[in-house]
């Protein structure tokens, strides 16, 4: 069974760093494309970052962009996410999630991914 699992959430001051960890469990996870989403409340999951199963190529959003830096470690089956410069948006749940094996759909689109995880809190405060 497959299954994803963030970690490394928490509340921190803007300006601050703080990282993400994803484990996944089930497969390898060496040719399963990944990304992180999150979402705040009231509205939609939104896209941060992904990286492809293939090349490693990195996607990430305006928002987040020089920011954010996604990577991943296959032997592991880990996913990481370093965020510095945190602003007081960026507060949300961020979720990390992967594609079908050799899937090579949308990196930015939600529906491109079968696996969730929970989901970490990540509070920045002014």
């Known amino acids: 069974q497959v299954r994803l699992e963030e970690s490394g959430g928490g509340l921190v001051q803007a300006g601050s760093s703080l990282r993400l960890s994803c484990k996944g469990s089930?497969?390898?996870?060496?040719?399963?494309?990944m990304g992180w989403f999150r979402r705040t409340p009231g509205k939609e999951r939104e896209f941060v970052a992904a990286i492809t199963w293939d090349d490693g190529g990195t996607y990430y959003a305006d928002s987040v962009k020089d920011r954010f830096t996604i990577s991943r470690d296959k032997a592991a089956s880990t996913l990481a996410l370093v965020m510095d410069a945190l602003k007081p948006e960026d507060t949300a749940v961020y979720y990390c999630?992967?594609?079908?094996?050799?899937?090579?759909?949308?990196?930015?689109?939600?529906?491109?991914?079968?696996?969730w995880g929970q989901g970490a809190q990540v509070t920045v405060s002014s």
């Open positions: 999630a992967a594609q079908f094996p050799y899937y090579g759909g949308r990196p930015d689109r939600e529906r491109s991914y079968y696996y």
């Open positions: 089930g497969e390898s996870f060496r040719t399963y494309g």
